[in-house]
Protein backbone atom coordinates (compact mmCIF):
# COMPACT_ATOMS: atom_id res chain seq x y z
CA UNK A 1 0.00 0.00 0.00
CA UNK A 2 0.88 3.41 -1.28
CA UNK A 3 1.80 5.60 1.73
CA UNK A 4 3.13 9.41 1.14
CA UNK A 5 4.70 11.73 3.96
CA UNK A 6 5.69 15.02 4.04
CA UNK A 7 8.25 16.12 7.13
CA UNK A 8 8.51 18.59 8.16
CA UNK A 9 4.59 19.38 8.70
CA UNK A 10 5.43 23.52 9.51
CA UNK A 11 8.30 25.66 8.56
CA UNK A 12 9.26 28.92 9.17
CA UNK A 13 12.01 30.87 7.20
CA UNK A 14 13.16 34.58 6.73
CA UNK A 15 12.49 36.26 3.07
CA UNK A 16 14.81 35.57 0.83
CA UNK A 17 16.02 32.22 1.92
CA UNK A 18 16.32 29.05 -0.21
CA UNK A 19 14.36 26.45 1.24
CA UNK A 20 13.37 22.48 0.55
CA UNK A 21 10.11 20.33 0.66
CA UNK A 22 10.58 16.90 1.45
CA UNK A 23 8.29 14.27 0.22
CA UNK A 24 8.46 10.34 0.60
CA UNK A 25 6.32 7.33 -0.87
CA UNK A 26 6.95 3.76 0.14
CA UNK A 27 6.09 2.14 -3.48
CA UNK A 28 8.52 3.27 -6.17
CA UNK A 29 6.30 1.69 -9.07
CA UNK A 30 4.49 5.31 -9.50
CA UNK A 31 3.22 6.86 -12.48
CA UNK A 32 3.74 10.42 -11.66
CA UNK A 33 4.36 13.00 -8.77
CA UNK A 34 2.83 16.19 -8.57
CA UNK A 35 3.29 19.36 -6.13
CA UNK A 36 0.87 21.45 -5.22
CA UNK A 37 0.25 24.60 -3.29
CA UNK A 38 -2.95 25.39 -1.10
CA UNK A 39 -3.44 28.55 0.50
CA UNK A 40 -5.70 28.72 3.94
CA UNK A 41 -9.68 27.82 2.60
CA UNK A 42 -8.84 27.71 -1.02
CA UNK A 43 -8.31 24.87 -3.73
CA UNK A 44 -5.23 23.02 -4.57
CA UNK A 45 -3.06 24.44 -7.23
CA UNK A 46 -1.14 22.91 -9.03
CA UNK A 47 2.60 23.91 -9.03
CA UNK A 48 4.41 20.70 -10.68
CA UNK A 49 4.26 17.36 -12.24
CA UNK A 50 6.84 14.96 -12.68
CA UNK A 51 6.43 11.99 -14.89
CA UNK A 52 7.67 8.68 -13.68
CA UNK A 53 11.03 8.79 -16.30
CA UNK A 54 11.61 12.41 -15.29
CA UNK A 55 14.17 13.06 -12.93
CA UNK A 56 12.91 17.00 -12.36
CA UNK A 57 10.39 19.64 -13.71
CA UNK A 58 11.61 23.64 -13.22
CA UNK A 59 9.31 26.13 -13.48
CA UNK A 60 10.06 29.61 -12.17
CA UNK A 61 11.99 29.76 -8.40
CA UNK A 62 10.66 26.16 -8.15
CA UNK A 63 12.43 22.61 -8.88
CA UNK A 64 10.84 19.54 -8.13
CA UNK A 65 13.42 16.13 -8.47
CA UNK A 66 11.99 13.11 -8.09
CA UNK A 67 14.18 10.11 -6.71
CA UNK A 68 12.03 6.49 -7.79
CA UNK A 69 14.53 4.17 -6.24
CA UNK A 70 14.81 6.09 -2.73
CA UNK A 71 11.39 6.95 -2.94
CA UNK A 72 12.20 10.28 -2.63
CA UNK A 73 10.69 13.92 -4.02
CA UNK A 74 11.77 17.41 -3.35
CA UNK A 75 10.50 21.02 -4.00
CA UNK A 76 12.98 23.92 -4.06
CA UNK A 77 11.93 26.84 -3.82
CA UNK A 78 14.72 29.94 -4.45
CA UNK A 79 14.63 33.16 -2.90
CA UNK A 80 11.24 32.55 -1.04
CA UNK A 81 8.94 35.34 -0.53
CA UNK A 82 6.17 36.38 1.75
CA UNK A 83 3.32 34.96 -0.98
CA UNK A 84 5.08 31.72 -0.90
CA UNK A 85 3.93 31.17 2.38
CA UNK A 86 0.62 28.27 2.05
CA UNK A 87 0.58 24.92 2.80
CA UNK A 88 2.38 22.41 0.19
CA UNK A 89 1.04 18.97 -0.87
CA UNK A 90 2.87 16.13 -2.83
CA UNK A 91 0.25 13.38 -4.69
CA UNK A 92 1.89 10.01 -6.21
CA UNK A 93 -0.46 8.46 -8.75
CA UNK A 94 0.88 4.66 -8.97
CA UNK A 95 1.51 2.88 -12.01
CA UNK A 96 -1.48 1.02 -13.65
CA UNK A 97 -3.93 2.56 -11.10
CA UNK A 98 -5.80 5.19 -10.82
CA UNK A 99 -5.64 6.58 -7.36
CA UNK A 100 -3.65 9.26 -6.39
CA UNK A 101 -2.48 9.63 -2.79
CA UNK A 102 -1.55 12.65 -1.39
CA UNK A 103 0.62 13.23 1.70
CA UNK A 104 -0.69 15.84 4.57
CA UNK A 105 1.30 18.40 3.25
CA UNK A 106 3.99 21.03 4.56
CA UNK A 107 2.72 24.62 6.14
CA UNK A 108 5.80 26.75 4.93
CA UNK A 109 5.56 30.10 6.29
CA UNK A 110 7.91 32.75 5.30
CA UNK A 111 8.73 35.84 7.51
CA UNK A 112 9.25 39.40 6.16
CA UNK B 1 -13.84 31.64 -15.65
CA UNK B 2 -12.47 28.94 -13.17
CA UNK B 3 -12.26 25.57 -15.06
CA UNK B 4 -13.67 23.47 -12.13
CA UNK B 5 -16.25 24.75 -10.35
CA UNK B 6 -18.06 23.73 -7.06
CA UNK B 7 -21.35 24.82 -5.13
CA UNK B 8 -21.81 25.56 -2.69
CA UNK B 9 -18.67 27.59 -1.29
CA UNK B 10 -19.52 26.90 2.18
CA UNK B 11 -22.70 25.21 3.95
CA UNK B 12 -23.74 24.42 7.60
CA UNK B 13 -26.41 21.68 8.07
CA UNK B 14 -27.70 19.42 10.84
CA UNK B 15 -27.37 16.31 11.63
CA UNK B 16 -29.29 13.68 9.71
CA UNK B 17 -30.01 16.21 6.72
CA UNK B 18 -29.86 15.22 3.09
CA UNK B 19 -26.75 17.50 1.42
CA UNK B 20 -26.10 17.76 -2.03
CA UNK B 21 -22.37 19.25 -3.01
CA UNK B 22 -22.17 20.19 -6.85
CA UNK B 23 -19.09 20.21 -9.12
CA UNK B 24 -18.78 21.47 -12.61
CA UNK B 25 -15.62 21.12 -15.33
CA UNK B 26 -14.96 23.26 -18.40
CA UNK B 27 -11.86 21.08 -18.94
CA UNK B 28 -13.61 18.49 -21.47
CA UNK B 29 -11.79 16.00 -19.11
CA UNK B 30 -13.39 12.53 -18.53
CA UNK B 31 -12.19 11.49 -15.19
CA UNK B 32 -13.94 13.57 -12.15
CA UNK B 33 -12.85 12.93 -8.56
CA UNK B 34 -14.33 13.77 -5.20
CA UNK B 35 -12.39 14.49 -2.31
CA UNK B 36 -12.38 15.24 1.40
CA UNK B 37 -9.57 16.58 3.69
CA UNK B 38 -9.22 16.59 7.01
CA UNK B 39 -6.64 18.61 8.96
CA UNK B 40 -3.51 16.70 9.14
CA UNK B 41 -5.21 13.53 7.13
CA UNK B 42 -4.94 14.95 3.29
CA UNK B 43 -7.13 14.25 0.70
CA UNK B 44 -9.01 10.98 1.08
CA UNK B 45 -11.03 9.91 -2.15
CA UNK B 46 -14.63 9.41 -1.23
CA UNK B 47 -15.48 8.34 -5.32
CA UNK B 48 -14.37 8.59 -8.87
CA UNK B 49 -15.89 8.33 -12.56
CA UNK B 50 -14.16 7.75 -15.71
CA UNK B 51 -17.61 8.77 -17.72
CA UNK B 52 -20.86 9.23 -17.58
CA UNK B 53 -21.61 5.31 -16.71
CA UNK B 54 -18.56 4.49 -14.74
CA UNK B 55 -18.65 5.06 -11.21
CA UNK B 56 -16.55 3.92 -8.66
CA UNK B 57 -16.30 3.92 -4.47
CA UNK B 58 -13.05 5.32 -3.13
CA UNK B 59 -11.29 4.76 0.07
CA UNK B 60 -14.42 6.63 2.49
CA UNK B 61 -17.81 6.50 0.42
CA UNK B 62 -19.87 4.99 3.03
CA UNK B 63 -22.37 7.64 4.04
CA UNK B 64 -22.11 9.36 0.37
CA UNK B 65 -23.63 8.44 -3.07
CA UNK B 66 -22.76 10.26 -6.26
CA UNK B 67 -24.24 10.90 -9.79
CA UNK B 68 -22.44 12.17 -13.13
CA UNK B 69 -25.10 13.51 -14.91
CA UNK B 70 -23.03 14.51 -17.65
CA UNK B 71 -19.36 14.62 -18.72
CA UNK B 72 -18.96 18.11 -17.30
CA UNK B 73 -21.33 17.48 -14.04
CA UNK B 74 -20.39 15.30 -11.08
CA UNK B 75 -22.85 15.39 -7.13
CA UNK B 76 -22.08 14.42 -4.07
CA UNK B 77 -24.43 13.30 -1.65
CA UNK B 78 -24.55 12.75 1.62
CA UNK B 79 -27.53 10.52 2.40
CA UNK B 80 -27.59 11.59 6.06
CA UNK B 81 -25.32 14.04 7.61
CA UNK B 82 -23.38 13.29 10.66
CA UNK B 83 -20.59 15.29 12.61
CA UNK B 84 -17.88 13.49 11.56
CA UNK B 85 -18.43 14.38 8.00
CA UNK B 86 -17.49 18.33 8.64
CA UNK B 87 -14.54 18.60 6.15
CA UNK B 88 -13.33 20.50 3.30
CA UNK B 89 -14.32 18.56 0.07
CA UNK B 90 -12.83 18.77 -3.25
CA UNK B 91 -13.97 17.83 -6.74
CA UNK B 92 -10.97 17.00 -9.01
CA UNK B 93 -10.25 16.33 -12.72
CA UNK B 94 -8.07 14.33 -14.96
CA UNK B 95 -7.49 13.13 -18.63
CA UNK B 96 -4.63 11.05 -20.00
CA UNK B 97 -4.92 12.96 -22.74
CA UNK B 98 -3.77 16.06 -20.53
CA UNK B 99 -0.11 16.09 -19.00
CA UNK B 100 -0.75 12.44 -18.11
CA UNK B 101 -3.72 12.47 -15.42
CA UNK B 102 -2.36 15.80 -13.94
CA UNK B 103 -5.01 16.69 -11.81
CA UNK B 104 -7.22 20.07 -11.39
CA UNK B 105 -8.99 21.36 -8.35
CA UNK B 106 -12.10 23.28 -7.90
CA UNK B 107 -12.15 25.74 -4.74
CA UNK B 108 -13.62 23.29 -2.60
CA UNK B 109 -16.71 23.63 -0.02
CA UNK B 110 -16.32 23.54 3.52
CA UNK B 111 -19.20 21.60 5.05
CA UNK B 112 -20.16 21.51 8.90
CA UNK B 113 -22.57 19.16 9.94
CA UNK B 114 -24.08 20.46 13.70
Known amino acids: KQEVTQIPAALSVPEGENLVLNCSFT??????LQWFRQDPGKGLTSLLL?????REQTSGRLNASLDKSSGRSTLYIAASQPGDSATYLC???????????FGAGTRLFVKA | DADVTQTPRNRITKTGKRIMLECSQT?????MYWYRQDPGLGLRLIYY???????NKGEISDGYSVSRQAQAKFSLSLESAIPNQTALYFC?????????????FGPGTRLTVT
Open chain 2, 92 to 104: ATSDPRDRAYEQY
Open chain 2, 49 to 55: SFDVKDI
Open chain 1, 91 to 101: AVRRTGGFKTI
Open chain 2, 27 to 31: KGHDR
Open chain 1, 50 to 54: IQSSQ
Open chain 1, 27 to 32: DSAIYN
